[in-house]
C-alpha cells in the first residue's frame, strides 16, 4: 500500500510564505517606532490637530 506523498516529504515553508511573514514582522516594528517617536513628542505638538482658530488671531484647545 502506498503512502500519500505529504507523509514522504513534509512541505517546506515557502520562501513567499516567510517573506510575507518578515514583512508583517516589520511593518509591526515600525508601527511601534513610529508609536513611540510620536508619544516622545511635547504634548503641543501631539494633539496640535485639537486646536482651533479663533476669529481674533489666537487659538485654543
Do not use: T, V
Amino acid at each position: 500500500m502506498r503512502r500519500p506523498r505529504s507523509d514522504r516529504h513534509p512541505r517546506k515553508p515557502a520562501a513567499r510564505d516567510r517573506a510575507l511573514e518578515a514583512l508583517a514582522a516589520e511593518s509591526e516594528r515600525q508601527l511601534d517606532e513610529l508609536i513611540r517617536r510620536r508619544l516622545a513628542l511635547p504634548i503641543e505638538q501631539r494633539m496640535n490637530f485639537l486646536r482651533r482658530r479663533l476669529p481674533g488671531g489666537g487659538s485654543c484647545l
